[in-house]
């Protein structure tokens, strides 16, 4: 039997394991989620509720399905949307966001459709340690890549589990694991049943080391490995992927804003067949604040997209935009400019001995906001968008004006 004495040290040890674990000390994203919930505008009780409308580009679009032979529309996409919280005792934080949007054309009544958009999440807080779990569902038509020239139907239901533990002030290891099932319309386009060739399901594991080099920028180093299954057992797609990635996080609330995730990847397709892929890939978005009147935006994407046609299980998108936001008459006024450019690079070609295809696009836009709120801001937007590709005659142009609003003014 164990003596009194070392009765009376397992009791004082778990004590202090008890009193470490509800102290009201929290992590650093514990704080950020009920920085989030004393924000909200509305309050009851323990809820909070912050709600929003969408406008997206209502106007007229030259070329709605960004094809050789255009068809021009008038259009909008809007709907309500809302972030609801709930935190009991700082130590269970429960968060929800809902957004219905209704997607109308004016001639193309086919086109008209109703998008869901649903995730939540619910958090356990302690000292150092913070468990979350969660899910999403998106059921939509629209336009998901520059590939697909259609507005194909695709449901996703995602869920993911997290720990996330803060050793030090400075120093945190997070560990994630996700899935995400993707289930499109079956469909078909150019001869491929986008149904049959793209719906497939997405597993990842990862883990993240931290370090806070000051209350507003966070360096981190990721590893992850992925695992893609194709619902078609007839598909070339399945594969398997493992990523490196480092890069820095910024506080929303400094004078550099965003995220640069820079990384390294192996993309295995189990096709012998197909070449595999392995380089640099990144997702990156930063705006740079310059004293009241200039903000500087840029982003930059590199990675594998799973593709329709039959001889390329994927192809290799890489995307960078650029511009400045200056604000002028006491910043009741933004004017945006922003130039984009994409290209999708084809590992295999369209037949044998062909030129490797390559699509490139240009963006130019130019918005003007007016501010209607401390950080919503009414917009007109207006540009061109331009599509070459050099294997055959699939080249495109579009025009386009809308009205739109912003939530980060």
Not at 84 to 93: D, G, Q
Request: aromatic letters at 16%.
């Amino acid at each position: 039997m164990m003596e009194p004495r070392g009765k009376k040290t397992v009791c004082l040890i778990v004590l202090i394991l008890l009193s470490a674990l509800l102290t009201q000390a929290e992590t650093w994203k514990a704080r950020e989620m009920r920085l989030a919930w004393e924000r909200a505008t509305w309050k009851f009780g323990p809820f909070r509720l912050q709600p929003a409308i969408l406008i997206k580009d209502a106007g007229y679009d030259s070329n709605i399905y960004y094809h050789p032979e255009a068809i021009s529309d008038f259009w909008l996409t809007a709907g309500p949307a809302a972030n609801l919280y709930l935190m009991v005792k700082k130590r269970v934080i429960v968060h929800f966001f809902a957004s219905p949007q209704y997607v109308f054309f004016l001639k193309t009544k086919r086109e008209r459709t109703w998008n869901n958009y649903f995730n939540g999440d619910v958090s356990l807080s302690f000292n150092k340690i913070l468990f979350t779990v969660g899910g999403s569902y998106n059921n939509a038509r629209e336009r998901w890549n520059y590939e697909i020239d259609i507005r194909p139907r695709r449901k996703e239901k995602g869920a993911f589990a997290s720990v996330l533990y803060q050793k030090s002030s400075r120093v945190s290891f997070e560990g994630r694991v996700r899935r995400v099932d993707f289930d499109y319309e079956s469909i078909e386009y150019n001869g491929v049943n986008i149904g049959e060739r793209l719906s497939h399901r997405e597993d990842y594991l990862s883990g993240r080391v931290y370090y806070g080099l000051n209350p507003r920028i966070r360096y981190f180093l990721e590893g992850e490995v992925g695992r893609f299954d194709f619902k078609n057992p007839d598909s070339s797609g399945d594969s398997r992927s493992q990523s490196l990635y480092t890069g820095f996080e910024f506080s929303p609330t400094g004078r550099i804003r965003g995220q640069i995730r820079i990384g390294y990847k192996k993309f295995d397709t189990l096709n012998s067949d197909l070449p595999d892929f392995k380089g640099l890939v990144g997702e990156s978005s930063v705006n740079l604040i310059l004293g009241k009147l200039l903000m500087l935006r840029g982003a930059y994407r590199r990675d594998v997209n799973f593709s329709i046609w039959s001889r390329s299980a994927y192809y290799v998108e890489q995307s960078w935009s650029a511009g400045p936001s200056i604000y002028v008459f006491r910043r009741k006024f933004r004017v945006d400019y922003t130039y984009s450019r994409t290209r999708n690079d084809y590992p295999v070609p369209e037949y044998p001995g062909a030129e490797l295809r390559r699509d490139e696009y240009t963006l130019n836009s130019v918005a003007i906001y007016y501010r209607i709120g401390k950080t919503v801001g009414l917009g007109l937007s207006a540009g061109t968008w331009a599509r070459k590709v050099n294997v055959f005659n699939w080249d495109a142009s579009r025009k386009f004006i809308g009205l739109n609003l912003t939530y980060d003014f």
